[in-house]
């Protein structure tokens, strides 16, 4: 595990939602489970991008795009569960998850705002 919680998590859950994607059978499933890997997999891939940023308003606004990203998995998770296409236990693991790297996202929001005034 590496020193940055925030990447490692992202990594997990992305690593997840693939993982529970490529597990969804049920049929004309594929527009719910398209949208949810481009949202699940987006999150990690604008906090990894959020490393390089060139300054720190651009830091801030890909973590928000991430933010918004993980917002959206948290949709598609819940009408993939409430229309079961995943179990209890998927769902449960998945946002939970999700919910951890958008406290983290909020809070690293809220410091790196600070941080700049």
């Known amino acids: 595990m590496s020193e940055n919680k925030l990447l490692d998590l992202s990594f997990e859950f992305a690593v997840a939602i693939v993982n529970l994607v490529d597990g ?3 049929p004309k499933s594929s527009c719910m489970t398209d949208q949810l890997a481009r949202a699940g997999t987006s999150v990690g891939a604008n906090i990894y991008e959020a490393q390089y940023a060139q300054s720190k308003k651009d830091f801030v ?14 949709y598609w998770l819940k009408l993939m569960y409430e229309t079961k296409r995943i179990d209890a236990t ?3 693991y998945t946002e939970k998850l999700c919910g951890n790297i958008r406290r983290l996202l909020i809070a690293s929001c809220k410091t790196a705002k600070e941080s700049t005034k």
Do not use: C, H, M, P
Request: proline share 0%.
């Open 90 to 92: 998927t769902y449960q």
């Open 61 to 74: 606004a890909k973590l928000e795009i991430a933010l918004k990203e993980s917002n959206e998995t948290s």
């Open 24 to 26: 969804v059978t049920a």
